[in-house]
């Protein structure tokens, strides 16, 4: 049974894998290619990007697999001879029970110690890999402005890539807009060995350049025209180069975190968010509660002990020429307390929002367990009710299944990110509601259940069309 189940379970597995991968390459594609990347960094991110994808490939693979397992044990006989020897469905699937958990308890170590170590990897190099610029690519007849502070139009070039024709460099080096361009018949474009600097040797042109140091009331704008015969211009390209950003950075994100982390972490955030509500809180008791009664006694000039001669109309308490101002001052503070609120109740979604997805993640790295047991128990009695094995109709049910599953995960996770349900709730979804479908289809199995048999429901059909005949022919 392990031998007959391992196989197109490592089989599935890469499989899965692989069409993940090629999913994450076609939605950065824009993003890797045209920047003259190593091979070397190419492979890094395809690896990190592949470890980060198994908890997607581990359920799908457990799902297949133990289709096609039990499905080929009942298509050739073999399930029905074993249980015709005395031996139940359940004492078939043990091996396989057991596997699948050893497979759950590895998927557990996998997701909390080596998962947050390669969505980092994966992550931080995928982020230097978006912000490198496209390798140098001068056209012909097309402005290049890829080179910070230069504009390079290319008429002509020569079949070796070196010779250029037509040349014109706008130089804006100096952030006054356009004061500089250069022009020129001929010229020759190399790149150092270390790929460090770009140098273009210029031949025959010439140099226009706009003097705008003069005073702002001058009603002169000077323009300086030079000839020369020979001018060669440097060009640093060390911001094509791409640099690798601290991977300290990123290691506080809730992805690159283990269970104990992700606890401390949403204790900290915790801890803050009740001390921000506890300010907040003071703040307004302080700014906007009816404790002002010091300057309400001095401005109507009642002294402490007649408080209670104060009038029920608050306004009636001050003279005229002051009621104007206080009503003004009301509706000043009216309107930066209705700001201080909004920006208030933005600041404490932004708290929730992250605190959620901390939760949310230490919930994953146990629903990942879980689910790969869930969807074993859907599996297994799934592919002993077909009857049927290989890659045909189990990949098709399997993928249904995995479909499904993976819609209500999304949707839990979802309504969790966005404060309509607690994380639990959401993350546990998924599994909740595939569950009651296991135990269903494991005793549909058990019970030699006709489920997917056509034939069973063909004559069901036929014995209620009789049966409805012969009421209606008695009648």
Known sequence: MLKSYLGPFILTF?????????????????????KGLEWYVVAQLLFYTSASLVPLALPLAILLSSIMTMGNLAEQYELASLKASGISLQRVMRPLIIASICIAGSAFFFSNYLLPKANLKALSLLYDVRQQKPTLDIKEGIFYNGIDGYTIRVGKKDKDGVGLRNIMIYDHTSRLGNDK????????????PNKRYLTIDLQNGYTYEEKLNAPTNSKSHPLQRSIFENLMIRFDLSEFKMNRTNEDLFKDNHQMLNVIQLVDQMDTLRNEFEKRKETYSAEMRRTFAA?????????????????WKMKPDFLENFPVEEKGIILKRAQELARSGQMYINNITQEFEFRNTSIARYEIEWHRKFTLSI???????????????????????????????????HVLSITGEKLA?????????????????????????TI????DSPLFDRDAYVKFFRKLFKRKHASASGL
């Open 14 to 34: 890469f499989f899965a894998l692989f069409v993940l991968l090629m999913q994450f390459l076609w939605k950065y594609i824009d993003d890797l290619v045209g």
């Open 181 to 192: 361009v250069i022009t020129a018949k001929t010229g020759t474009m190399t790149i150092s």
């Open 417 to 441: 990110k966005e404060g309509a349900w607690p994380a639990w709730k959401g993350m546990w979804m998924a599994p909740t509601l595939i569950l009651p479908l296991g135990i269903f289809l």
């Open 291 to 307: 404790n002002n009664t010091e300057q309400i006694r001095a401005r109507a000039k009642i002294v402490p002990t007649d408080v």
């Open 371 to 405: 689910a790969c047991i869930v969807l074993f128990f859907v599996g297994a009695p799934l592919g002993a009710i077909i009857k049927k094995g290989g890659l045909g109709l189990p990949l098709v049910v399997s993928v249904g299944f995995f479909i499904l599953f």
């Open 444 to 447: 549909m199995a058990t019970t």
